[in-house]
C-alpha cells in the first residue's frame, strides 16, 4: 500500500486551492444577491480558471477538458468543494457532468456534436429530469412520466421535479416510461428534450429552505404536456434508461463525496479559526474549553477516515470495476454524508449567533446540504443494500 | 404525584389547537412572501384570537391579558408553537413577553402607562437590544456598550445584534454599562430607548440561514452613536441590569421549552402522516418499514420525556421558586432543544426531497430552530452550570 | 399536575435508602465470593428488612406485604435498585414477585397455600421457564416445549433457558404449547412444576458474561423429559399462557425500569463522587474537566426525564388501565434501558481503570445490566409495537 | 496511491486467519476454564505456530521473528485479534513485544542477553508496571514509586497496578521516580526488577470485570518494599523512563488498534452469521429486519474507515516518522476503539440473550475490551492532544 500523493497531483491540488481562495472565496458574501448578480464576476473567474488550465476535470483532454484520473479528479472535487461556487467555476457542477458522462458514452454522433460540445465549453448549460414527486427516489423503476412512439416523434407526458439547474438549461435529459410491460428495470428510456420544446413547462423553482433560488443554483418543478421531440433524441437504446442512470450515478458519487469533505474541510478550518480567536472572557480563546477541542479531534478523524474511504473506493473502482466496488460505492455515500453533516453542525455551534447567519458560509452549507442524506439514494436505501450484498455472503439473499 | 390535566386546561388546550388549526395553519404557505404580505391576514387572526379571548396569556386578566397559571401558559405555548405564526397571534411572540415581565416587575407607573400597556394591547412592538457580536453572549457580564450619565440623560454608545423584531418595533431595552468599575454582575443597567431617538440606527436585519426577514421575524444589527434618552429611562435600578435580565430568562425557558415541544409534536404529525401515506412500491406505505417505526417510536417517547421535564421544572419553579429549581431550569435547556433537532431531523428525512422544500414547514422549523441550541445560553454553558452546581454537594467548588 | 411526593412515601424512600445504604452496600465487596458464601449476611439483611416493616412492597398487607400502590412501590424500587442486593432482602426479587402476582391472579385457593404463601414468606423461591433457546424471545407464540394430557397427567418436554433463579427454586411455572392448533395466542398454557420432578433437569448455570453465577443470582438452562406434574398444576386456563404471560409484564415494567434508574443514580453518585474527589494534577480535581462536566449534565437530565417517563407510566397505568397505557409501558423499555446503559458508560469512564475492576460495584452493573435492552422484549421489539400503534390513529394498518 | 496488498502478504494474511481458525478458534468454548488449564493447549498451538514461521512477526528475522514491517505486521495483528488467544499464539501479547522493543533499543547487551533473547524464544515472560492507582494514567510524569540509589543497588519502593501478565512472568520492567527534582519528564527511569527480588510482592490479580484471571490473562497489584536491583539494572540514561514509555507507545498502538479491527470483523462476522441463520419467525430469518441490516451497514462502513485509518497512521508513521504522524497516532486510537465498542455492541445485541451469554465469544469482548477507551490515555486525553496541536497552526498555543 502506498498512501502518498504524486507530486503533479499535489501542485495541481496547490493551483486549484489557490483559484479557489483568490476568485471564488471572495465571492461568497455576495451569495445572498442571487445567482444572476453574480453571474458576470462568475463568468470571469470562469474565463480565469480556463486561462489556467483548470476545466471539465472530468473531460478527456482532446475534448476539451483535463483528461484526470479518478484519484486527482476526486481531489480537486474537494477543493472546489471548499466553496459553493467550485464546481461550477471550473464547469463540473453537477448535472452537467454526469450529462456529459452519459453523453459520452451513449450519445450518437449527432447527439455529441449538437449537445455534449457546447455543454463541454461551457456555452450551455443542461438539466436531469428523473425525480417525481409522487413516486419514491428509492424507487427508479417506478415513474408515473410516459413517452409514447408517434411517428418519428417521442410525446413525453408527466411531471418531473428536483431537476437541478433548469433554470437557463438548454435542455433536458428526461427518464421516462416507454415499455410499460417490460420487466421493471427495462420500462424507461432517456430522451433529449431541449428546453424550448412546446410542452416543456419550468412551473417554478421550488424554494427549497427557503431559497428558490435561479440559475444554475435552483431546483425545478417540470411539467411535460404532450412534449414532442424527434426519435433521435433517445439516448443510448429503448429501455436503456435505468441503466443509464446507474452508469451516471457511478463516478459522480465518487466527485460528490469528495466535494462533501472539501465542505467539511472548509467548516474545519472556520472551526478552527474561530476557537483559536474568539474570546469567551478577556485573553482566554474559545478552544481553551475541552468541549470544542473534543469537536475538533472528533472533526479531525472522521473527516480524515472519510477521505480514506472515498479514494479507496474511487481507486477499487478504477482497479477491479464498479461492480465489484458496489459496498465501497454505497457506503461512502451514507458515511461521508453524516460526517459532513456532523462537522458542519460543530463549526455552525462554535460560531454560535454567528453561524445562524450569512456573515459566514456555515449557514449556506448547512441547510442546502442537509440534502446529502437524501438524494442520490437516501441513506436507508443504500444501508440495506450493503446488508443485502453482505448477507448474501453468508447464505441470506433477501428480495 | 398527580399526571392529570385540569379540565379546564384541557379545554384552553382545545380551543387554542382549533384556532391555530383553523386561522394559522392556512396561512403557513405564504410564509415566503413576507411578514409584511401576511401582515392583513396575521392581523385578522390576532383580532379572532382576542375575540375569543384569547390573548396575552402570561399577563393577567386586569391587565388585559389571561392570567394563566405557569403549567397552563406552557401548555397553551405548546399549542402555539405547532406554527411559526403561533405565539404572535396571541401577542406573546418573544421578544414582546420577557418585556413585558420586566416592564411589570420594575417599570415605574410612568414607564408601564407609555410601555407596557400598548405592549398589552398588541398596539406596538418592542425589542431588546443586549447580544453584541464582539462579546460572547454566554458571559453577560463582558459588554462593551457603555451608557454615561450627561445631565438628564443616558447617552449611550455600542453596538448590539439579534435584537429580535426591532424592525417596527417601538422602543428597544438596552443593556449598557453604567458602572464599569462595579463588581461584574452589578456593571450594566437597562434603558428604555425608543426607535426614533436620533443616533438609534438599525444597520440592517441580519440575514439568518438565508433570509433577512423583516418586521418582527427579523433579527437585527443596531448601532447606537450618542444616543441621548431621559435619566427616567432607566428600568430597575442602576446596575441592576444583570440581575433585570435574569428574571427575564426564569419562566421564559419554560415557554421556550414548551414552544420546541410544539414543535416537535408538529413534526412528529407531519412524520406520522407522511409515513401512514407515502407508498414506496405499490401498495406499499413507507411506515412499514423498521427504520421509520424507530424514528417515530424514538420520537414518541423523547417528547414525551421533553414534555414532562419542562412541565416538573414549571411545577418546581411555581412551587419552591426560580433558584431552588435552577438545576431543573437548565437541563431543560439543552435537553429539550436536542429532542427538537432530533425529531425535526427524523421527521425531514421521513419526507425525503420533499422535506427539504418549503412545501411543508419543517425545513422553515430545520433551518431557524438550529438556534435554539445556541441562544439563551449555548447548551455548553448550561451544562457546565448544572455539573458545578451538582459537584458543590460532593464538596468540589469549581469557580 | 402535581409532582409533589406525599410526605409518606418520602419517608418510606428515605427508610429503605437507609437500609441499603446500612445494610446491603457493605456487603457489596463481597460479592465476587459467590451468593452461597453471601447467604447467612444475606439471611441476616433479610430478617432485619423484615423486622423493619420492609417486605414484599408489592404484595397486599393481609398477605404479609407492604399493600404499597404502583407509585410508592417504583420509589421503593428505585431504592433497592442501588444495590445488587437490593430486591432480593425485601423478598421482591425477579422471577418471584411476578409469580406471586400471577399465582395471585390465577391462582386456585390449593395452589396458593402451596405455592404463594411460602414465597410471600420467603421460605422457598421460584423460577419461570419460557425462553427458548432455538425460539426468539420477541415472538412468545411460537414455542417448541410441549405439554401433553395423558390421564390426571400433564406430561412436559422441552429445553428452557434463562430460567432466572432456578438454581435451588422449589417450583418453575412453565410455558408449554398445549393446543398446537389453537390461535397462535391460545396455544400454550403456563403449568406449575417443582423442580424436585423427575424428569426436570437443570442443566446448567448459563455462564453471562463470565460468570455463571449460583442461588438466586443465576441463569439456568432446563431441560424437561417426559416430566409429569398432576392435571391441578394447570395455573389459569387451558391456552392462557399467553395472555399470564401478558399479565406478567405490565407492572414488573414499571419496577424493573425504576430498578434501572436505581442502578442509574447510584452510578451517577459514583461519578460524581469520582469527579469531586480524583486529582488529574495536584489540586486539580478530575470534575473541572468540561468533558466530565459534560457526562454530569447531560446524565441528570436524563436520568430526570427517565424517572418521570417512569411514573407517569405507572400513574397511567393505575387511572386509565394498562391497555390505554401500553404505549407508554413500551416507551419506557427502550428509553430507560438506553438512559442506564449511557449513564454506566460515563460513570465507568470517569473511573478509568478502576472503574473496569470489581473494587466498585459498576463493572457488575456494566456487563450485567447490558441484557437491559434485550429481555422483556428487545428494543427493537417495543420501539415496532409503539410505531405500528401510532401509526394506527394514521390510518396505517401494519400486521 | 495504491491501496493494493503485495500478494506476499496477502499469502502471510491467509495463512495466519487459518492458523487461528483451525488451532485457537476451537479452544474458545475452554477460556471459562481458566488459563491454567488450557496452557497445554496453548503450548502445542504455539509449537504449531513456531513450526509454520508464525512467531514474534515484530521482531527481526536474525533474532528469531519475522521480520515484517510496519504495514505487514498490523495486517497480521488484525487476524490474531480475531481470537483472543490469538497474539499469544504468536508470542506477541502484550505487555511482551513492548518490553522487547525497549529491551532491543535501550537495553545492553548483557540485559538483552538474560531478558530480551529469552523473551523472544517464548521461554519467559514479562510485565510492564508504571500505572498507579492513586495517580491518574493521563499523567505519566507525576507518580509516587521512588528508586533510590543505595551503593551499587537501586531500591525501590511504591504500589503499581494493571500489571498485565505479571503473574507468572520472570521479570518486570517497572517505572520510577529517581530525580524527583528534575522537570517533570526527566524525573523517572525504567528499572528491570525479577519478580523474584524480595520485597517485589505480587498482591493479587484484580478482578476485572467478574474475573480475576490468571497466567498472562490477567493484571496484577504489585507492592514494592525495599525491593533491591543491582544498578545496571537501569534500562536506557537515569531520568530516560518516560522518553522510553512513549517509544513503548508508537508501534504499540498500531498494533493495538489492528487487534481492535480483528475484533471488529470476528464481530461482524457472527453478527452476519446470527442475521442470516436466526429465525424469528418460521421462514424468516433475522437479517429481513431493516435495523439488523443498518447495524451491518453502518458496521461495514466504519470498519472500514477505521482499518484505513490505521494503515495510513502506520505508513505516514514509516514514512514521515512517529514525530510527524503524532496527529494520526493519537485519532486512531479514539477512533478505532470506539468503532469497535459499536459494532460489539450491535453484535452482541443480535445474539438476543445468546450474546449475553459465554457461548459465544462476544460477550468476553464486550466486557474485556471496554477497557479501550481507557488504557494507552484515555480517548478524552488523546482528543485534548490532538486539538492542542491542530490549533497551534491556527496561531492557539494552549499550555
Same mark, same amino acid.
Given at each position: 500500500?502506498?498512501?502518498?500523493?504524486?507530486?503533479?497531483?499535489?501542485?495541481?491540488?496547490?493551483?486549484?486551492?489557490?483559484?479557489?481562495?483568490?476568485?471564488?472565496?471572495?465571492?461568497?458574501?455576495?451569495?445572498?444577491?442571487?445567482?444572476?448578480?453574480?453571474?458576470?464576476?462568475?463568468?470571469?473567474?470562469?474565463?480565469?480558471?480556463?486561462?489556467?488550465?483548470?476545466?471539465?476535470?472530468?473531460?478527456?483532454?482532446?475534448?476539451?477538458?483535463?483528461?484526470?484520473?479518478?484519484?486527482?479528479?476526486?481531489?480537486?472535487?474537494?477543493?472546489?468543494?471548499?466553496?459553493?461556487?467550485?464546481?461550477?467555476?471550473?464547469?463540473?457542477?453537477?448535472?452537467?457532468?454526469?450529462?456529459?458522462?452519459?453523453?459520452? =458514452?451513449? *450519445?450518437?454522433?449527432?447527439?455529441? !456534436?449538437?449537445?455534449?460540445?457546447? @455543454?463541454?465549453? %461551457?456555452? #450551455?448549460?443542461? &438539466?436531469?429530469?428523473?425525480?417525481?414527486?409522487?413516486?419514491?427516489?428509492?424507487?427508479?423503476?417506478?415513474?408515473?412520466?410516459?413517452?409514447?412512439?408517434?411517428?418519428?416523434?417521442?410525446?413525453?407526458?408527466?411531471?418531473?421535479?428536483?431537476?437541478?439547474?433548469?433554470?437557463?438549461?438548454?435542455?433536458?435529459?428526461?427518464?421516462?416510461?416507454?415499455?410499460?410491460?417490460?420487466?421493471?428495470?427495462?420500462?424507461?428510456?432517456?430522451?433529449?428534450?431541449?428546453?424550448?420544446?412546446?410542452?416543456?413547462?419550468?412551473?417554478?423553482?421550488?424554494?427549497?429552505?427557503?431559497?428558490?433560488?435561479?440559475?444554475?443554483?435552483?431546483?425545478?418543478?417540470?411539467?411535460?404536456?404532450?412534449?414532442?421531440?424527434?426519435?433521435?433524441?433517445? =439516448?443510448? *437504446?429503448?429501455?436503456?434508461?435505468? !441503466?443509464?442512470?446507474?452508469?451516471? @450515478?457511478?463516478? %459522480?458519487? #465518487?466527485?460528490? &463525496?469528495?466535494?462533501?469533505?472539501?465542505?467539511?474541510?472548509?467548516?474545519?478550518?472556520?472551526?478552527?479559526?474561530?476557537?483559536?480567536?474568539?474570546?469567551?472572557?478577556?485573553?482566554?480563546?474559545?478552544?481553551?474549553?475541552?468541549?470544542?477541542?473534543?469537536?475538533?479531534?472528533?472533526?479531525?478523524?472522521?473527516?480524515?477516515?472519510?477521505?480514506?474511504?472515498?479514494?479507496?473506493?474511487?481507486?477499487?473502482?478504477?482497479?477491479?470495476?464498479?461492480?465489484?466496488?458496489?459496498?465501497?460505492?454505497?457506503?461512502?455515500?451514507?458515511?461521508?454524508?453524516?460526517?459532513?453533516?456532523?462537522?458542519?453542525?460543530?463549526?455552525?455551534?462554535?460560531?454560535?449567533?454567528?453561524?445562524?447567519?450569512?456573515?459566514?458560509?456555515?449557514?449556506?452549507?448547512?441547510?442546502?446540504?442537509?440534502?446529502?442524506?437524501?438524494?442520490?439514494?437516501?441513506?436507508?436505501?443504500?444501508?440495506?443494500?450493503?446488508?443485502?450484498?453482505?448477507?448474501?455472503?453468508?447464505?441470506?439473499?433477501?428480495?
Amino acid at each position: 500500500m502506498d498512501f502518498s500523493i504524486p507530486e503533479e497531483t499535489q501542485k495541481l491540488v496547490a493551483k486549484v486551492r489557490a483559484f479557489v481562495a483568490t476568485h471564488l472565496i471572495p465571492l461568497e458574501p455576495r451569495l445572498a444577491e442571487g445567482f444572476r448578480a453574480l453571474t458576470p464576476a462568475l463568468n470571469d473567474a470562469r474565463s480565469e480558471a480556463k486561462r489556467q488550465g483548470l476545466w471539465a476535470p472530468q473531460i478527456a483532454r482532446e475534448q476539451g477538458g483535463m483528461g484526470l484520473d479518478l484519484l486527482s479528479h476526486a481531489m480537486v472535487s474537494e477543493e472546489l468543494g471548499r466553496s459553493p461556487l467550485g464546481h461550477y467555476s471550473m464547469n463540473c457542477q453537477a448535472p452537467d457532468p454526469g450529462n456529459m458522462e452519459i453523453l459520452h =458514452l451513449f *450519445g450518437t454522433p449527432e447527439q455529441q !456534436a449538437q449537445w455534449l460540445r457546447p @455543454l463541454v465549453l %461551457g456555452e #450551455i448549460r443542461s &438539466c436531469f429530469a428523473m425525480t417525481e414527486r409522487e413516486r419514491p427516489g428509492s424507487n427508479p423503476t417506478w415513474l408515473s412520466t410516459r413517452a409514447v412512439r408517434d411517428g418519428d416523434s417521442w410525446v413525453i407526458d408527466g411531471d418531473k421535479w428536483f431537476c437541478s439547474s433548469a433554470d437557463g438549461a438548454r435542455f433536458a435529459i428526461v427518464m421516462a416510461v416507454t415499455d410499460p410491460e417490460a420487466p421493471p428495470h427495462l420500462r424507461a428510456s432517456q430522451i433529449i428534450v431541449p428546453l424550448e420544446t412546446p410542452g416543456f413547462e419550468l412551473v417554478r423553482n421550488i424554494s427549497v429552505m427557503g431559497d428558490a433560488g435561479s440559475g444554475w443554483m435552483s431546483h425545478a418543478e417540470v411539467a411535460l404536456r404532450g412534449c414532442r421531440v424527434p426519435l433521435e433524441n433517445l =439516448l443510448g *437504446g429503448q429501455g436503456a434508461g435505468f !441503466a443509464i442512470a446507474q452508469e451516471r @450515478l457511478g463516478p %459522480g458519487r #465518487i466527485h460528490h &463525496c469528495m466535494r462533501w469533505i472539501g465542505i467539511c474541510e472548509r467548516s474545519f478550518d472556520l472551526m478552527c479559526a474561530r476557537a483559536a480567536t474568539r474570546e469567551i472572557a478577556p485573553g482566554r480563546a474559545l478552544g481553551t474549553r475541552q468541549t470544542v477541542q473534543t469537536w475538533i479531534a472528533d472533526s479531525r478523524a472522521s473527516i480524515d477516515a472519510a477521505r480514506l474511504m472515498v479514494l479507496n473506493a474511487a481507486w477499487q473502482m478504477e482497479k477491479r470495476g464498479a461492480r465489484a466496488a458496489r459496498i465501497e460505492i454505497s457506503t461512502i455515500k451514507y458515511f461521508v454524508a453524516n460526517v459532513m453533516q456532523e462537522v458542519l453542525d460543530r463549526a455552525l455551534q462554535t460560531h454560535g449567533a454567528l453561524g445562524m447567519t450569512d456573515d459566514t458560509v456555515l449557514a449556506s452549507f448547512y441547510r442546502h446540504e442537509r440534502a446529502a442524506r437524501i438524494y442520490d439514494g437516501a441513506d436507508e436505501v443504500h444501508k440495506t443494500v450493503v446488508a443485502k450484498r453482505v448477507l448474501r455472503a453468508y447464505g441470506l439473499e433477501i428480495k
